[in-house]
T-cell receptor, first 112, second 110 residues
């Protein structure tokens, strides 16, 4: 079992709709959770982080964390073609931003 | 405003060669990381460093070593390159509330 699992996609989303991405993790003691976006041929860039159960909103992005169920999700509202990318979920066993376990990523395609 | 720079974008090396991948950051971060990224496997941690001259193994350190003689520079060394080390290599520099990756080095071992 992989430590961090994501559906590979592609997830096809109409422009203006909500994209919902899910990520599950195996280490119940994980403390820090991150979402990175990676455009094709580019390096990952951080878009969200969350430490506590519940929702965290930043612009069109909302991260949701449920430690009891061991999943973290990312919602992208009002999806735009520029949101087409691979989204990587990353988990840290410790509080902080250091050593991360990454999922393989979910490809999102926003169609006009 | 480039924050993390990797020495090469593309690299082709022969089997058995010693390969050096360099990473430099300008943010005075203590934490630096080397990952490799392969299709379907995501990013896997090779080595990381929390301070100058300090290094720790990640999940897949076999066949690799690292060097951190200065805070801003973290080098990944392939002691004897093999074809299964063909991959995209990504360096990351991470502070308390920010994280940046370099542009990546696509290494092909032939």
């Amino acid at each position: 079992q992989k430590e961090v699992e994501q559906n590979s996609g592609p997830l096809s989303v109409p422009e203006g709709a909500i994209a919902s991405l899910n990520c599950t993790y195996s280490d119940r003691g994980s403390q820090s959770f991150f979402w990175y976006r990676q455009y094709s041929g580019k390096s990952p860039e951080l878009i969200m982080f969350i430490y506590s159960n519940g929702d965290k909103e930043d612009g069109r992005f909302t991260a949701q964390l449920n430690k009891a169920s061991q999943y973290v999700s990312l919602l992208i509202r009002d999806s735009q073609p520029s949101d087409s990318a691979t989204y990587l979920c990353a988990v840290n066993r410790h509080v902080g931003w250091g050593k991360l376990q990454f999922g393989a990523g979910t490809q999102v395609v926003v169609t006009p | 405003d480039v924050k993390v720079t990797q020495s090469s974008r593309y690299l082709v090396k022969r089997t058995g060669e010693k390969v050096f991948l360099e990473c430099v950051q300008d943010m005075d971060h203590e934490n630096m990381f080397w990952y490799r990224q392969d299709p379907g496997l995501g990013l896997r941690l090779i080595y990381f460093s929390y301070d100058v001259k300090m290094k720790e193994k990640g999940d897949i350190p076999e066949g690799y070593s690292v060097s951190r003689e200065k805070k801003e520079r973290f080098s990944l060394i392939l002691e004897s390159a093999s074809t299964n080390q063909t991959s995209m290599y990504l360096c990351a520099s991470i502070g308390d509330t920010e994280a940046f990756f370099g542009q990546g080095t696509r290494l092909t071992v032939v």
